[in-house]
Structures are given as structure tokens and as C-alpha cells.
């Protein structure tokens, strides 16, 4: 019987090499590319808590002001004839403040020992801005209220009351103490992420 040669095959040194290379870079591009999908999701869900807490803050913007009442209140013991106190630096405000009587705090049945009226406060301090508020609408001297931070990262806060100067003139005009509830309300806050936002709530008629 004659002896069938059979040449065996395998891959060279060098093809292996270049095997192997072709492998890392395809598994380098693959980390990059879910390093980047990664990433895209992470600012995704940022953007997304970031917005959901704008849209928090404004619905509490909202109901305050639009159930803002003329409720006169204590200061330092004694009652005060302003009915709105608002302006720069008030209620230690690094930019404008505004502060008020507002009604609609639910109390189910009166089953706690408060009334469903609640003093409030905005200002900004830290480059947050911050509602202040308390279980009573008048409190005793010295009382701290309690604080919220319902954004970040603010920069300035202003205010503006419309107010009529004839039967058919109306002019917005920066916010101060005043005795009898505006006709409107604005809100402007500067945002370091969402620049300007600037809200009207009407008052009164």
C-alpha cells in the first residue's frame, strides 16, 4: 500500500497576531461605544429628575399664589397692616423676596390644631430657592420658620405686581410691602440650566 502524504494546515504566528488585534480593536470600540450609551443615559435621567423637579417646584408656586388671601398677620408681636411683604433682600433674601397669607392648607375635618390658612415665603439663599413656612399664621417672637429648596442652582429671584393706573392702564411694576392684595402676580427666576422663567398668577380682580 503506498503511503498517502497528508499535509497538515494551521495559522501562522503572524495571522494569529493579526487575529488577536482585530479582536481588541472590536472590543475597544465595543467599550467605547457602551462607555458612551452608558454615559447618555446617566445625563438622560439628570435631565429628566432635573425637569421633574421644575415641574414640582412650579406646582407649589402655583397653588400658593393663586390662593393668596388678604390676611393680616403678627410681626414681632404686633399686627401689621401689610398684607404682602415683598422686595429685595426681604425675608433674608440674597436677590428679591415676597411673602404672604395663602388659604387651601388642607386640615381633613380640622383634626389638627391649625387653621387651613398658612404663612409662606420665597427667597434665595445658597443659590437655592427656598419656601419658607409655618403651622401658624401668627407665631410667637422670635419663631423660625421651617424651609423647603425646591430648585438649585438659582441665580437671581424677582417679583412684579400688576397694578391698574386708570380704567383702561395696566403697568407691572417691581414688588414691595403693600396693604391691599395685587391685581397679579409674576414670578422670575434665573436658572444657571433653564435661564429665564418668568410666571403670572392672577390675584384678584
Avoid: C
Avoid at 131 to 146: C, I, M, Q, T, W
Avoid at 150 to 165: A, N, V
Wanted: charged share 25%; no cysteine.
Amino acid at each position: 500500500m503506498d503511503r498517502i502524504s497528508i499535509k497538515q494546515a494551521g495559522f501562522t504566528l503572524i495571522e494569529i497576531l493579526i487575529a488577536m488585534a482585530i479582536f481588541a480593536l472590536i472590543a475597544v470600540g465595543a467599550a467605547q461605544i457602551l462607555t458612551s450609551v452608558t454615559d447618555s443615559n446617566d445625563l438622560s435621567d439628570q435631565r429628566f429628575q432635573s425637569l421633574q423637579e421644575l415641574q414640582r417646584a412650579m406646582l407649589i408656586i402655583e397653588r400658593d399664589f393663586l390662593q393668596m388671601v388678604p390676611r393680616k398677620t403678627r410681626v414681632e408681636g404686633e399686627v401689621s397692616d401689610t398684607l404682602v411683604f415683598g422686595g429685595k433682600f426681604a425675608f433674608e433674601s440674597t436677590t428679591g423676596g415676597l411673602g404672604f397669607v395663602r388659604s387651601g392648607w388642607h386640615n381633613p375635618q380640622l383634626t389638627l390644631r391649625r387653621s387651613t390658612l398658612q404663612s409662606v415665603a420665597y427667597r434665595v439663599q445658597d443659590n437655592q430657592l427656598q419656601r419658607l413656612y409655618s403651622n401658624y399664621v401668627d407665631n410667637a417672637v422670635g419663631f423660625e420658620p421651617k424651609m423647603r429648596v425646591l430648585l438649585k442652582d438659582i441665580e437671581s429671584l424677582r417679583f412684579e405686581f400688576l397694578e391698574k393706573f386708570s380704567s383702561s392702564k395696566f403697568e407691572w411694576e417691581e414688588a414691595e410691602p403693600v396693604e391691599e392684595l395685587p391685581i397679579a402676580v409674576a414670578i422670575i427666576i434665573e436658572s444657571r440650566v433653564y435661564g429665564e422663567i418668568r410666571r403670572e398668577f392672577k390675584v384678584r380682580q
